[in-house]
């Protein structure tokens, strides 16, 4: 059985940084066709893509937030550390991390396996 | 960055109808689109991957179209437990898994 557990602090003050912790289990995250990202979402708002970390420790970042960005991953954990400087309100949200996984052919990226998200609130 | 647009924002159905859901990509993504169904309070779910696969144990009557641009999600006959928020999300390029804005079916 998959799972995946996001944990780390539920307040985070201005300017401070955020570090978030993806645990898994049911996968390895040295298998060649999985990999995890992170999303969040505001209260009452759409998801948005953070990062994501790739099986070869490739990583990608979304364009508005990369300089605030790092991901690293702990295979022998199982663990991939999402860390988000210089925190804000606006940051306020429900962070998930999920697998993605690919098709028998290893293409068309997708996120099958989701955790249950964690609220980070942004406040002095 | 390729962005992601989706019509309705919102839409009121009754149980038994057939809903459509479009969700159109800024650029050319051939069929590397995924949809998710989100309740309240829960992470979201995947519902079909590569604009047209059904994922394991999702139910037969979503179904999935589209390439390029252009793409929809279908419910044949609406249920009760699928009042929900559905997204559209584009896996073709890095940096991107962009997501669209989302569409809220409620009860009508």
């Known amino acids: 059985q998959v799972t995946l557990k996001e944990s780390g602090p539920v307040l985070v003050k201005p300017t401070e940084t955020l570090t978030l912790t993806c645990t898994v289990s049911?996968?390895?995250?040295?298998?060649?066709?999985?990999?995890v990202s992170w999303i969040r979402q505001p209260p009452g708002k759409a998801l948005e893509w953070l990062a994501h970390i790739f099986s070869d420790d490739e990583k990608s970042y979304a364009t508005s937030l990369k300089s605030r960005l790092t991901l690293s991953k702990d295979t022998s954990r199982s663990q991939v550390v999402l860390t988000m400087t210089n925190m804000d309100p606006v940051d306020t949200a429900t962070y998930y991390c999920?697998?993605?996984?690919?098709?028998?052919?290893?293409?068309?990226?997708?996120?099958?396996?989701w955790g249950q998200g964690t609220l980070v609130t942004v406040s002095s | 960055d390729i962005q992601m647009t989706q019509s309705p924002s919102t839409l009121s159905a009754s149980v038994g109808d057939r809903v459509t859901i479009t969700c159109r990509a800024s650029?050319?993504?051939?069929?590397?689109l995924n949809w998710y169904q989100q309740k309240p309070g829960r992470a979201p779910k995947l519902l079909i991957y590569a604009a047209s696969s059904l994922q394991s144990g999702v139910p037969s009557r979503f179904s999935g179209s589209g390439s390029g641009t252009d793409f929809t999600l279908t419910i044949s006959s609406l249920q009760p437990e699928d009042f929900a928020t559905y997204y559209c999300?584009?896996?073709?390029?890095?940096?991107?898994?962009?997501f669209g804005p989302g569409t809220k079916v409620d009860i009508k």
């Open positions: 650029q050319t993504i051939s069929s590397y």
């Open positions: 999300q584009q896996s073709y390029s890095i940096p991107g898994f962009t």
């Open positions: 999920a697998r993605t996984s690919y098709d028998s052919f290893g293409y068309y990226p997708h996120f099958d396996s």
């Open positions: 049911g996968f390895s995250l040295s298998n060649a066709r999985m990999g």
